[in-house]
């Protein structure tokens, strides 16, 4: 069990968002679409069951905060998911059978690190058309190098070490090595990194949202009402502040999960 | 460092450019949505079409238009932007200085306040001032520019207004400067009036790009003086009866500086990253905002020419952080 402070309070919050994006229908006091002009940017408690206030349409806040969980939580699972793959994979060819893969996947990363990633997911979504799928991979193909980098050079040093020339002197193949001995002993990194992809993928939606590339604007996304927010602060700073402070929760949740992790993972610091 | 290693490296860098290059031109070409649509007149016949569409060269195959592209790219001409109807070129020239301004001054507020975040906790070390640091450096590191830009936006524009959050400076003051360098060009024409304006303007959104970076340095600096305040030398000089400040800042500082600035160079081509998103936010007239307006408006020409501009800066950024390094290490200097 990790005594580790930060797994549990990052983990739990996280445990909570997935519980309130299940449950959401059961938990949201209002329809998220239901417009009520008549209770337009209404502050927090001025209208009775409006407790976080109403936005521009008097749609209810919290109830989007609710909703927009899930796509939060959609993103972040399967966009972080399917990068960490992909990266992953590149990452241990890379460092495994180096030569002209690794100068490949090398020199790809190299140029995908010269793109501002903002603007590259920007541009890949107006490329693929708004909506979450066309989030998700854009996210995918732009954070796979995050997983490749680190990968590969840990798959470099682990290849070297002695357990890796004993399983070949054993008469292991190469191929089975790297799935059975190598990726094991990469795993934990990949794991930290992981938990701190998901936050980023949840501000990289956020961003979009924000840009207005993401999911159609009515639908309830955190990044969503904070660009509605940012348009209405003079009249109405609480519909910018709680999908914001969730965004903020959320991923440094993410974070220190990672953090605990790392710690927890890596015998070296264990203590 | 040997003429070979120079000469590999800059080949290095121009393999990846070119890769960049390639990237966006293929991106580019595969926006949905015809950017002939948007510019042409209400009643405009088939033969008008036609002949903007030959104008911008967008009746070539791909492969032609890239080669065209290339070879303009590399004469300087970055080709006409469809929105603004006005030079590429002239576009960014007058877009980058205030977004070069906006990063510099970032880096140059997180280095500093890095170097206090290192010094203090350094300082203090096994007290509650480090381990509070620590926690609010954790913070600091884990939240993106993104939240941080609109928390200011909220709280020092808004909430309680302080500071301006939009624009570059108060329009209000015609300063007529014959450059896009305010900071720069206000200081050489003593207008400093001016200067405490813009500066004013980039206090908040430099301050959003500045916090995760600062955040970075901080626990690289600390890290590696703490290493460096347990070496035997650091023991000798507490003997010979120097004071603990000038041990502080004389041998840790400065032996803990060259690994933080490698850091450092990565770290901010990704402030620079940081920029497209914040300048939206403070509607800051930079290259980034002006980026994400291209797209919107599927402004072809525009979005390469800003893309590849933002290409070739992280690799300028990358080879002078090389240079620093080697320079500012006698050890790799002979290698």
């Known amino acids: 069990m990790p005594r580790d402070l930060r797994i549990w309070l990052g983990g739990g919050f996280i445990l909570f968002l997935i519980v309130v994006a299940i449950f959401a229908p059961l938990l949201a006091p209002f329809d998220p679409l239901e417009q009520d002009l008549m209770a337009a940017t209404a502050a927090p408690g001025v209208e009775p069951g409006h407790w976080l206030g109403t936005d521009s349409l008097g749609r209810d806040v919290l109830s989007r905060l609710i909703y927009g969980t899930r796509i939060a939580l959609t993103v972040a699972f399967v966009a972080a998911t399917l990068a960490c793959l992909l990266g992953t994979t590149l990452g241990l060819l890379a460092g495994y059978y180096r030569g002209w893969v690794d100068a490949g996947v090398s020199r790809l990363v190299d140029i995908w690190m010269a793109f501002p990633p903002v603007l590259l997911s920007i541009l890949l979504v107006a490329v693929l058309g708004a909506g979450l799928t066309s989030v998700i991979i854009a996210i995918v193909v732009i954070d796979w190098t995050r997983f490749a980098r680190v990968v590969r050079a840990e798959t470099l040093q682990q290849a070297r070490l002695e357990y890796a020339e004993a399983a070949s002197a054993l008469g292991m193949g190469r191929g089975a090595i790297l799935l059975r001995e190598v990726l094991p002993n990469v795993l934990p990194v990949v794991l930290v990194l992981l938990s701190l992809e998901m936050g980023i993928a949840v501000i990289v939606e956020a961003i979009l949202s924000f840009v207005g590339l993401s999911v159609s604007t009515d639908a309830p996304t955190w990044g969503g009402m904070i660009a509605e927010g940012r348009q209405i602060i003079y009249q109405a700073w609480w519909v910018l502040v709680f999908p914001l402070a969730s965004l903020f929760l959320t991923v440094l949740a993410f974070n220190q999960l990672g953090d605990g992790l790392r710690q927890w993972l890596d015998p070296m610091l264990k203590r | ?335």
């Open chain 2, 1 to 335: 460092m040997p003429l070979s290693i120079i000469i590999s490296r800059a080949l290095s860098a121009l393999v990846t450019l070119l890769g960049v290059m390639v990237v966006v031109f293929v991106l580019v070409r595969v926006v949905p949505g015809d950017p002939i649509a948007m510019m042409i007149a209400p009643g405009a016949t088939e033969a008008d079409i036609a002949a903007l569409r030959a104008h911008y060269g967008l009746d070539l195959s791909i492969w032609q238009q890239f080669w065209i592209w290339f070879g303009q790219v590399l004469q300087g001409n970055l080709g006409t932007s469809i929105s603004m109807k006005q030079g590429v070129l002239t576009i960014i020239g007058q877009r980058l200085p205030a977004t070069l301004e906006l990063a510099i001054f970032a880096l140059t507020m997180a280095v500093v306040w890095g170097g206090l975040i290192a010094l203090v906790s350094t300082a203090w070390r096994g007290t509650w001032v480090e381990r509070a640091i620590d926690n609010f450096n954790g913070v600091m590191l884990a939240v993106p520019d993104f939240i941080w830009a609109l928390t200011f936006v909220l709280v020092l524009g808004v909430l309680v207004p302080l500071l301006p959050i939009s624009g570059r400076s108060d329009p209000s003051i015609d300063a007529g400067l014959a450059t896009q360098f305010y900071i720069i060009e206000g200081l050489a024409r003593g207008n400093f009036a001016f200067v405490w304006d813009v500066l004013k303007h980039m206090l908040l959104p430099a301050c959003a790009l500045a916090f995760p970076l600062a955040a970075v340095i901080g626990r690289v600096l600390k890290n590696t003086m703490m290493d460096v305040m347990v070496q035997d030398y650091i023991t000798l000089a507490r003997i010979k009866g120097l004071s603990s400040i000038r041990i502080l800042l004389q041998e840790a500082l400065r032996n803990a500086a060259v690994p933080a600035l490698a850091l450092t160079g990565v770290q901010f081509t990704f402030l620079i990253g940081g920029t497209v998103i914040t300048e939206r936010i403070f509607s800051y007239p930079g290259i980034g905002n002006l980026a994400i307006d291209a797209v919107i408006n599927r402004d072809l020409p525009l979005i390469q020419g800003l893309v590849l501009t933002f290409g070739i800066i992280f690799i300028i950024v990358n080879m002078l952080v090389d240079a620093l390094t080697v320079w500012l290490n006698p050890r790799l200097r002979h290698a």
